[in-house]
């Protein structure tokens, strides 16, 4: 597995929970030494089959890509986590921390740095398996997000699936593959006795689930991910992200969210929920 991303966004961090799990780390590593560690990985007499290698930028960075093209190769199972986080959060995260920048340059801001990296690092992320947007993150969360993809093994020819709702609001979410909005349905929240509730309360969940537009809507949602899932899972994805949107992320797209879940469950898939904005 390669770690990389956005310096500040938590590479390292990702890197020890891996390490917690077993896995064998090497952070900071020039991409040109990646095919090297592989082979040493193939010696005989080596036990070590699981290897995460932390990439970094920096004046290296263009060679990230060769590097990783010859891993695949010499026949190598590749994952490739990109961690990114927005440019004001890692702003701030550097202040506090008052380290400097791998590319920061006396003729440039903190900020500009940050964004010359993106720019640089935006066809490795391109390459990634899995995107983690750590903006809303503190590090426990980011830990159960990465115990969620990599705590266990997928079953064998299955897909991780992630079923989230979140609020327009708050912001889309990043590292989502399909993303629904559910804005058209009536809204609960202007209804006085349901506002203070969620969509996992009963009042709320009877509300948006007896609307018939909602079962005209999750027929035809259901029609859509029964052809969809089976060919993400032919096509060897191993993890899919669903996020269903509504205005404040608490009433109705946390109950189709929660509708939509049970359906895939009933069809066998290892399945997480997650609702990003529901206590906002």
């Not at 699981?50 to 590097?67: E, N, Q």
């Not at 912001?171 to 809204?187: A, E, K, Q, S, Y």
Request: proline share 5%; charged share 25%.
């Amino acid at each position: 597995m390669v770690i990389t991303g956005l310096s500040g966004a938590g590479r390292s961090q990702a890197a020890d929970i891996l390490e917690d799990l077993g896995w064998f780390v090497i952070d900071n590593l020039p991409p040109a030494l990646i095919p090297k560690v592989a082979e040493l990985a193939q010696a005989p007499g080596t036990s070590i089959s699981r290897i995460v290698l932390v990439v970094g930028t920096g004046p290296y960075h263009s060679d990230a890509l060769p590097a990783l093209d010859e891993l695949r190769a010499q026949g190598f199972r590749l994952r490739i986590v990109y961690l990114e986080a927005s440019t004001d959060v890692l702003v701030r995260r550097y202040e506090s921390t008052r380290r400097r920048h791998p590319l920061a340059g006396v003729d440039s801001t903190l900020a500009e740095a940050i964004e010359t990296e993106r720019s640089e690092l935006a066809a490795v992320r391109a390459e990634a398996h899995v995107v983690i947007d750590t903006t809303d993150l503190n590090v426990h969360q980011l830990r159960d997000r990465m115990l969620d993809l990599f705590a266990a093994d997928a079953p064998a020819g299955g897909m991780q699936t992630t079923v989230t709702s979140f609020g327009y609001k708050h912001g889309l979410p990043v590292d989502t593959d399909l993303v629904i909005d559910c804005r058209f349905l009536p809204n609960p929240h202007w209804i006085e006795e349901l506002r203070p509730h969620t969509g996992l309360d009963a009042d709320v969940r009877d509300y948006v689930l007896g609307q018939p537009l909602s079962r005209a809507f999750l027929e035809q949602l259901d029609t859509m991910l029964e052809l969809l899932l089976p060919a993400y899972v032919a096509e060897g994805k191993s993890y899919l992200t669903i996020a269903f949107g509504c205005t404040g992320g608490r009433h109705r797209s946390v109950a189709i969210a929660e509708a939509v879940a049970r359906g895939l469950r009933d069809r066998g898939f290892d399945l997480r929920v997650t609702h990003r904005d529901i206590d906002r």
